[in-house]
């Protein structure tokens, strides 16, 4: 079993495989997603569309809450969810553990396995629940950049950050 165990490690790890995405340390911009709360529920952006997303997974840290979301058939083109859904297209194929309370956890990185994108850096909750009061409904709280509108992440997508299904151009 430990055998057939270190067996995989080696693998994913002479293959250059992620289990997440691309290492956001490497990448030549942020790579960020925006989160925001809402009437107490907790709400993701890509910050532009993914598209032909296959699963998106929602980590929260350091509690080891893990909500993992399927397309219902195919894949799925995917801009927003709100924790706790409903999951427009998605399916729940690893729900959150019963009573996680995702206000206690320190950290959330969304993760999106897509054709596109350059991985996710995770984001403070703390920083989305103090400052979402103060901030229009439109904006987001994107980790390292700040709040942030629609028009300004389009702007400043592959100038000072990446959402997570923008591939980053040095890599193009």
């Known amino acids: ?22 290492d956001p340390e490497v990448a030549s911009l942020p790579p960020v997603f925006g989160a925001r709360v809402t009437d107490g529920r907790l709400e993701l952006s890509t910050g532009t569309p993914c598209g032909e997303v296959s699963r998106v997974v929602v980590l929260f840290t350091p509690d080891a809450g893990r909500l993992t979301l399927a397309p219902v ?24 553990p019963d009573g996680f309370d995702w206000r206690t956890a320190e950290e959330v990185t969304l993760i999106v ?6 991985g996710s850096t995770p984001t403070q909750i703390s920083e989305v629940v103090d400052g979402s009061s103060e901030h229009p409904a439109d904006t987001f709280y994107f980790q390292g950049i700040g709040w942030l ?24």
């Open 73 to 96: 058939s195919g894949t799925a083109e995917v801009d927003q969810l709100t924790v706790g859904g409903p999951y427009d297209g998605l399916q729940v194929t690893e729900p959150l």
């Open 149 to 172: 509108d629609p028009q300004q992440v389009a702007e400043q997508n592959r100038r000072s950050l990446l959402t997570i299904c923008t591939t980053d151009p040095t890599k193009q």
């Open 113 to 118: 396995t897509a054709p596109e994108g350059s």
């Open 1 to 22: 079993m430990i055998r057939h165990l270190m067996a995989a490690l080696l693998g994913f790890s002479l293959s250059g495989c992620s289990l997440i995405g691309d």
